[in-house]
């Protein structure tokens, strides 16, 4: 899980170790010690410490979750390392965010009025993604948070203000939070 201490990544690597049950999940971020003893990683590499082809095993890696992928030009694109040198022959490499997804997610979001994507988008395309062949994965998720096997981690909760929204935002920027930042619509 490339990216394993964001909000997204913390989710994966506790679904891949929980719920798909993965013999190993291997995680990268710069704090190893939280990914390993907080989110539950099996082995967490600190991806500043050289490239990621040089720190994971080579052409062994079944399934990448790229978790850290930027849509922004000077952000990183860990696709090219990992396709070349990580991923088993019948290797996956899942990408969160990407350039292209970003604008397609940045166009369905958008009103129709500005898209110009006549009608609803976004119900379908979100929903879609959430549910398995039968329908239940959402309802796994839930069941997995009310039982404890999945554990929301939270970097910092503001308040729903000018200031804590901005103060959010720049968090989610920087790409350094661990875990989730949560805008508390009840405090002002």
Avoid at 43 to 56: E, N, T
Wanted: net charge positive.
């Amino acid at each position: 899980i490339i990216g394993a201490s964001g909000g997204v990544g913390i989710f994966a690597v506790q679904w891949a170790k929980r719920f798909l049950e993965f013999d190993k999940v291997i995680g990268t971020a710069s704090d190893t010690d939280f990914v390993l003893n907080k989110v539950g990683a099996d082995q967490c590499v600190d991806y500043r410490k050289g490239s990621l082809k040089d720190l994971l095993p080579n052409k062994s890696i079944d399934f990448c979750m790229d978790c850290a992928s930027g849509p922004g030009k000077d952000e990183p694109d860990y696709a090219p390392v990992v396709q070349k040198h990580l991923l088993a022959k019948t290797g996956y490499l899942s990408q969160v965010t990407t350039k292209s997804s970003f604008n397609i997610m940045k166009t369905l979001m958008l009103p129709s009025w500005l898209s110009g994507f006549p009608g609803k988008r976004y119900d379908n395309f979100l929903t879609s993604n959430i549910n398995s062949k039968d329908g239940k994965l959402l309802d796994r998720v839930v069941a997995g948070f009310e039982r404890g096997d999945l554990e929301p981690i939270v970097h910092s909760t503001l308040p729903f203000t000018e200031e804590g929204v901005r103060t959010g935002f720049d968090l989610i920027r920087t790409r350094r939070n661990k875990g989730r930042v949560i805008v508390d619509m009840a405090k002002k």
